[in-house]
């Protein structure tokens, strides 16, 4: 089944304990592409681009099943660019730099080939461009799952609501999830994020792993204990594209399903980490993919006798 | 088998975001030997109280087999006294007041009738103290397993490094175990603890779970996400005592086993941090206990094939 993916395709430059990068390829959107097409093609994007953004990507992604009819360039804009410094920690970053460029006039058409699509994955955008693009859709997709971030809330937050209402499942980190609810309780938070139009949310807990809820049901999928995390720009988004590709190639929308998507997800997030922007991903083979969901299994796997 | 478990037995005064106690029952060993009880008989307790611990209380541990011949009371002295205030995330905490009264003279004597015990639970203490312990034993239990904090890495480094040379497992939070290494992935750490003496190493995070190192195997058990943290005091030697009452009523020290040992650990410990002090673990169930640790397979189960 296809699915279709919304955000930045655009450039970082990253600085980490580990290292600094000039200019490199990210996006939300680019992310989400590489580590979907592992799983399901077509991944259909819609994303804007500057003359500055590098052909042979293009070519790479498409080579991997990525259509590109829906990515708008601008001959004479640079793309998105943003520049942040990482602390020691890997979880806090100071945003150095926020170039919008192309993305200040991002107004997304949905081509016609991309109509019918099941699956639709909407990054962290301004939520006018979210809706926009759901409004778009003739059919309803089988899931539609959105990310969104703090400064939306503070300001575009009736919009972002409104979008809320449109979703099937919210993806955000524990602070924004804090945030969305004024709950310091995921627990609570996830009860009222319920409540707000998502009937299915993921809180994104960074190195203590993610939790998925519905209903009265939760899964809790832990992070890989890693020795090294070298750059965790990107992490989010790939565990977002490695969750909907699981989801886009199966077609099955159960919580059960959704818990291997998860596990999907966390074990692309993993190769993310492990070097600059997305090398670690253009690189990654299936069979690594298994091993590391092999490891996942391995990692909470217990067999218990009630007392 | 026989577990004894060393550490205070003491008055705690609690602040949280949820309200007050005046000078409550606290201490390490006694939050270890009310979640141990529930597992294995006899817990023999070491620790030293002064004439203001409620003979109640007494009573009550004995009554599920806690055994007190090595409690030593004295009777012109106060007990052991904390006080402290959580901060909203539960995680950080003031102290306001430290009371050592009898701790300050704390020389304690492994009665006659604990030798042979197969399992020792060393609660944080001033190490001297701790090996005074093990010293003493004539037979070298099945499993010695330490706790201690950073207090000790400050002021006690080289008899911290004795201790941890005569243990079987350190016990100790992320951010101990990140100070005693200087490490901040906590891979690494757990490698290089591993080489300091024991050869078993659980790391708790609070809320977001437990991971257990041994050689290159690693298990993480998750934390039940809970509606409300009412007070997270005692909860880490809870778990301890859930961990030890388990392996303690097996006897089987497999890194299998000890994958249950977390599990069954964490469950105490959910329930410890549902009222202020020990008052939830002395009037939980065995079926509230069973229940909780069905609610622990059905939160990390998931079933996967390979891609």
Redesign the interface.
Known sequence: MSLITVGTMAFDAIETPFGKTDKIVGGSATYVAYAASN?VKPVQQISIIGYDFPQEELADMKSRGVEMDGVVVIPDKKSFFWSGRYH??MNSRDTLITDLNVLADFDPKVPNSYQGAEFLMLGNLVPAVQMSVIKQLKQRPKLIVMDTMNFWMESALDDLKDVLKQVDMLMVNDAEARQLTGQ?????AARQIMTMGPKYLIIK?GE??A?LFHGDD?????AL?????FDPTGAGDTFAGGFMGHLAKSGDISF?NM??GI??GSAMASFCVEKFGPTRLKEVT?SE??AR??QF?D??S???E??
Chains 1, 2 share one sequence.
Request: glycine content about 2%.
């Open positions: 799983f020691e920690d310091f309780s995921l627990v609570k807990k203590h792993g939790l939760v899964f809790y999928a832990p204990p890693l020795e090294d995390v059960e818990k291997r596990i999907v299936r993919i298994d969901i092999q299994k990692l909470v217990f067999e218990i009630l007392l």
